[in-house]
């Protein structure tokens, strides 16, 4: 089975740090650690685009009769 | 019955009759399979035991066709005379009569009100009144799927243009191709075969069902009821793609998203790497503004602080030291010198007791006398 993308997961996340960051009320530690997510995160998504390469697999034809 | 033996060079060697129209059935039937044929009625007979026999003809030639009871009776009402008719069916020959004919196993009307529209009409009655045409039914689709089963011809356009489309917009996604039949003979078991193998699919995200364009025919197995059932009972939400845009089939009707063709179904389901890119990087500029702002604002909390801790201390230090003086002041004033400054004195004996009661001065005792500017030796007067 291959690795599984959960894309959306993670640009979900990826706009709730940004939300937070944005948002005056987190302490500077806790907007520095975001901070240092969201620029991980940001990376595996664009490796993610851009090296994704499309892969098809083949189930063949239902039986019939 | 091997093809060897076809000419034979003697009489010796010549076929029985049985054995040309066996050959000849095999033949036909096998070079032909299962057909959709249209034409006019001519000639229509219904026997008491419920079959049909009619001819079909166009301007050219004509063609015997019986359509037997277990088939004929799924059929509304006879054809009329001359009505213009879809046959699906399988061309053959009867043996018995030496006779060449199509053994029809559905029979469409295409007038008005016909068997083509009634049969639909009523497949569509029964899928509303089991609910599945609510538009409530219809499940959003995600926004980024990660695996996508397409059940589709394998070797057909219409695949061809899914893998492409999705290749070239979301590479991310896995696509796993269904194959099955979709038209024609056995189009409906397969595509229900295959619909049903979906809810065994993994982590699948989304499905797309359809084929490319073709004649209305073509398109008919995505108008049984059985195959639309098929596709309402998908497990995760699906996209219908079945042909061009002025034909709605029933899987169209029950599917969660309807696409006028393969390709447009593939532009549906997944976003555009491109542009999910640039929403990327304005995230990442979006997180830097956020994390600037974040600094400034708590350099000057800090700057705010600093000055309000030097304030606050200088006014502690202002209050302490009023607060010193009243203290040393209070000090001052209970001084035992201040007392002595008055005129009193302290009696003490030589150990440095204070002599405070009468008791402790019996007649001769000596002691030291504390005075103001300093110590006189004495001695309680009277006889010891």
């Known amino acids: ?51 994704a390469e499309q892969k098809v697999k083949e189930l063949g034809s239902a039986p019939v009769d | 019955m091997g093809v060897g033996r076809l000419r034979p060079a ?24 299962t057909i959709w044929v249209e034409g006019e009625v ?43 008719i879809y046959c699906f069916g399988q061309p053959s020959v009867w043996e018995d009569r030496g006779e060449f004919r199509l053994t029809v196993r559905r029979l469409l009307s295409t007038a008005e009100g016909g068997d083509w529209k009634l049969a639909l009409e009523r497949a569509r009655a029964a899928l509303e009144r089991d609910g599945l045409l609510d538009a409530t039914r219809k499940r959003p689709l995600p926004s980024f799927p990660s695996r996508i089963a397409v059940v589709t011809s394998p070797d057909g356009a219409a695949l061809r243009d899914i893998v492409t489309v999705l290749a070239r917009r979301w590479p991310l996604a896995e696509v796993i191709v269904v194959g099955a039949i979709v038209q024609g003979d056995g189009a409906e078991r397969s595509l229900r075969a295959a619909l049903a193998r979906l809810k065994r699919i993994e ?80 995230l990442g500029r979006r997180s830097a503004l ?58 003490r004996d030589r150990a440095g007791r204070v002599l405070s009661r009468a008791v402790d001065l019996p007649a001769g005792q000596h002691f030291q006398l504390r005075v103001r500017d300093g110590e006189v030796p004495a001695v309680v007067d009277g006889p010891s």
């Not at chain 1, 894309?7 to 937070?20: A, H, N, S, T």
């Not at chain 2, 060697?13 to 096998?30: D, H, L, M």
């Not at chain 2, 702002?293 to 502690?316: F, H, K, P």
């Open chain 2, 42 to 84: 001519s000639g229509f007979k219904a026997y008491p035991s419920g079959h049909w026999y009619f001819g079909l003809r166009d301007a050219k030639a004509q063609l015997r066709c019986v359509m037997f009871r277990r088939d004929s009776q799924g059929v509304t009402r006879p054809p009329d005379e001359g009505a213009r």
């Open chain 2, 290 to 347: 956020g994390l600037e702002r974040r600094t400034r604002y708590a350099d000057e909390r800090l700057a705010r602080a600093s000055d309000r801790l030097s304030a606050v201390i200088g006014q502690q230090l202002e209050r302490r030291g009023a607060r010193l003086a009243e203290l040393g002041a209070q000090l001052d004033a209970l001084s035992p010198l201040r007392v002595l400054e008055r005129g009193y004195a302290v009696a």
């Open chain 2, 10 to 33: 003697a009489p010796e060697g010549a076929w029985s009759v049985s054995q040309v129209t066996q050959w000849a059935r095999q033949a036909i039937e096998g070079g032909f399979g």
């Open chain 1, 1 to 51: 089975m291959s690795e599984t993308i959960r894309f959306g997961e993670e640009l979900e996340r990826l706009e709730g740090i940004v939300r937070e960051l944005e948002a005056n009320d987190a302490d500077l530690d806790r907007a520095l650690t975001l901070f240092e997510e969201g620029v991980e995160r940001l990376r595996r998504a664009r490796a993610l685009l851009t090296e």
């Open chain 2, 203 to 282: 982590g699948l995200d989304l499905a797309i069902v359809g084929r490319g364009g073709g004649s209305r025919e073509d398109l008919w197995a995505f108008n049984l009821e059985s195959v639309a059932r098929a596709v309402a009972a998908v497990p995760v939400p699906t996209v219908s793609a079945v042909g061009h845009e002025i034909d709605v089939t029933l899987c169209d009707l029950v599917a969660d998203l309807r696409a006028p063709t393969p390709s447009a179904a593939a532009e549906a389901v997944v976003p555009d790497r491109g542009e999910v890119l640039a929403r990327l990087e304005q």
